[in-house]
Nanobody
Framework: QVQLVESGGGFVQPGESLRLSCAAS????????MGWYRQFPGTERELVAM???????TYADSVKGRFTISGDSAKNTVYLQMNSLKPDDTAVYYC????????WGLGTQVIVSG
C-alpha cells in the first residue's frame, strides 16, 4: 500500500472541464492498474475509470465520451480529464492504485453547479 495524493478538484459550472491528478508517494510496486472512483452522498464508491498497462481503459457508462483517463507508470501518476461536466458528476473523487493491498487517496471534491 502506498500514499496517494490527489489534486485538481474544485467548483465549476456545467459544461466546463477539470483535470484530476494523482501521484503515488513511493515507487517500486511495479506496474499496477490505476483508476478513479467517485462517491455520492449516502452511496457506495463507484468506478469512474480504470487504466491498465497504460493503454487498456474502462469507463462507467455515465462518463464515456466525456472523461479520459491516462497514466504514467514511470511517474506513478494517473490523470482524469473531465469534460462537459454535469451537475450529476458532483461527488468526491478517489484515486486508486491496484497495489496489494489496494491504495486509496483521501478524495477530492468536485462540484458542478450553475
Amino acid at each position: 500500500q502506498v500514499q496517494l495524493v490527489e489534486s485538481g478538484g474544485g467548483f465549476v459550472q456545467p459544461g466546463e472541464s477539470l483535470r484530476l491528478s494523482c501521484a503515488a508517494s513511493a515507487s517500486g510496486f511495479g506496474r499496477v492498474s490505476m483508476g478513479w472512483y467517485r462517491q455520492f452522498p449516502g452511496t457506495e464508491r463507484e468506478l469512474v475509470a480504470m487504466i491498465t498497462d497504460e493503454t487498456i481503459t474502462t469507463y462507467a457508462d455515465s462518463v464515456k465520451g466525456r472523461f479520459t483517463i491516462s497514466g504514467d507508470s514511470a511517474k506513478n501518476t494517473v490523470y482524469l480529464q473531465m469534460n462537459s461536466l454535469k451537475p450529476d458528476d458532483t461527488a468526491v473523487y478517489y484515486c486508486y492504485f491496484g497495489t496489494i493491498p489496494p491504495s486509496w487517496g483521501l478524495g477530492t471534491q468536485v462540484i458542478v453547479s450553475g
